[in-house]
């Protein structure tokens, strides 16, 4: 993705609870895939294209499995948020067996720069390919980074610093703003 804007995201699929195929338990086999949605509700096309992530399959979680695998996705900065798709495998492939949406302001708070290393704990409702409650997945995400374009757009964040003489700390507010790239 180099020359684009992009957070890094740690996503940990923790867990999922209650899953079931054609209203019967799962048994075993099922994983949890990942991918970036862009602004049309689509897979995301910024740049290098979509990518997919993946758990490892879980063979004996039923319908409860859990995996507490840590996932690292480039998320374009134009992109709306991350899909999160569980599916099970099976001898005729896999078969999605739920999905929910996380939208980007669920981890970048109201401003569309995120602090870095903050941990959110996040839990949503799967729905099956009919759009019937299926489910939950448990997730945690933290930004860990933010990437800026090779134009030169650059973020400030809200900082401590230690003042001189009196007074000791003090808090300086930032709003996030672009920096242009200045002529060498």
């Not at 480039?74 to 067996?97: A, I, Y």
């Amino acid at each position: 993705m180099s020359g684009a804007a992009f957070h890094t995201l740690e996503v940990t699929v923790l867990s999922a609870e209650d899953l079931t195929a054609n209203h019967r338990p799962i048994k075993s086999k099922a994983f949890a895939s990942l991918r970036t949605e862009d602004r049309g509700g689509g897979p995301s096309t910024h740049c290098s294209g979509s990518k997919s992530y993946s758990t490892r399959i879980n063979e004996d979680g039923g319908q409860s499995p859990s995996w507490n695998e840590k996932l690292t996705v480039k998320l374009p900065v134009s992109s709306t948020g991350v899909v999160v798709e569980v599916l099970r495998k099976g001898s005729s492939g896999d078969r999605m067996v739920g999905m929910a949406r996380i939208p980007k302001s669920d981890f970048t708070g109201e401003y569309s720069v995120p602090v870095t290393n903050h941990l959110h704990f996040l839990s949503y409702r799967l729905r099956d390919p009919r759009g019937v409650k299926n489910g939950i997945i448990n997730v945690a995400v933290r930004v860990t980074s933010s990437c800026s374009s090779t134009a030169g757009l650059g973020v400030f964040h809200a900082a401590q610093y230690k003042t001189s003489g009196h007074g000791g700390e003090r808090m300086v507010i930032g709003y996030p703003m672009a920096r242009w790239p200045t002529s060498s």
